[in-house]
Structures are given as structure tokens and as C-alpha cells.
């Protein structure tokens, strides 16, 4: 699935590897909303499936590989990417929480638990979900 290529800003990974253009190539980037939805999931949720704010999800990964790696350098290239798409996804959830309508959408990652998210998202933007 294309949209996972791309999550959490991952050009910016692909970039520090030399892959950039394999990876456009190869898997055209999906519709934002999607995109963001994804790198929301992935930025709030910790390896252990702990729910984290962004700030604290990115800390976690730069003392996971520590300061010299090329996924922290990445890391911080794309941290205005993330935040932003972080950001743009918790306010529209703070839109559905205001409407009193939430359910539980499966997060497609396999190894960690269910993402809590509100289904009526997806309803509300289906263009940017599609």
C-alpha cells in the first residue's frame, strides 16, 4: 500500500539513504488527509503501544538511535512535516469529539494494538480518505 511508503514523513528517511527517487517512483504519494491520519497514528503511539504526545514519540526515537544515526537526522528533518500533519489530524478529531461521535478505526500496523481514532473522521472527509 502506497500510503505506508510514505508515512510519518518518510521521504525525508528516504532522502538520508539515497532512495528518494526510487521511492517516488515507485509509490506515488496518497491524499494528504490519508497520509496524515497515518503519521498521527504512528507519531501518538509509542513501540510498546502507549499513547505519546508528538513531542515525546519523537524523543523517543532520537534515544532509540541516538544523535549520530541517519533516522534521527531524518527525524528532525521531517519534524515540522510531522508536527504539521499531527496537528492538522488532532483538529479534526477535536471537531469529532465535539460532535459526541467516536468509534474505533484498527490501526493497519500488526504488531501494535488498536489506535484509538473517530470513525467519523473517515465519514466527515471521505475525499481526503479515499
Do not use: K, W
Request: aromatic share 4%; charged share 20%; proline share 6%.
Amino acid at each position: 500500500m502506497p500510503v505506508v511508503a510514505h508515512h510519518s514523513c518518510a521521504v525525508f528517511e528516504a532522502e538520508q539513504r539515497g532512495l528518494l527517487e526510487t521511492l517516488q517512483a515507485e509509490f506515488p504519494q496518497e491524499q494528504a488527509g490519508l497520509c496524515q491520519a497515518l503519521t498521527y497514528c504512528d507519531m501518538t503511539t509509542g513501540p510498546d503501544g502507549t499513547h505519546l504526545r508528538v513531542g515525546e514519540r519523537l524523543a523517543e526515537i532520537h534515544s532509540r538511535y541516538g544523535p549520530e544515526h541517519l533516522v534521527s537526522r531524518a527525524i528532525s528533518n521531517a519534524t515540522p512535516c510531522i508536527t504539521s500533519a499531527v496537528d492538522s489530524i488532532l483538529g479534526r478529531l477535536s471537531d469529532v469529539r465535539a460532535t459526541g461521535v467516536g468509534q474505533v478505526v484498527l490501526d493497519a500496523h500488526p504488531h501494535r494494538p488498536v489506535h484509538r481514532v473517530g470513525a467519523d473522521l473517515v465519514a466527515r472527509y471521505p475525499a481526503d480518505f479515499a
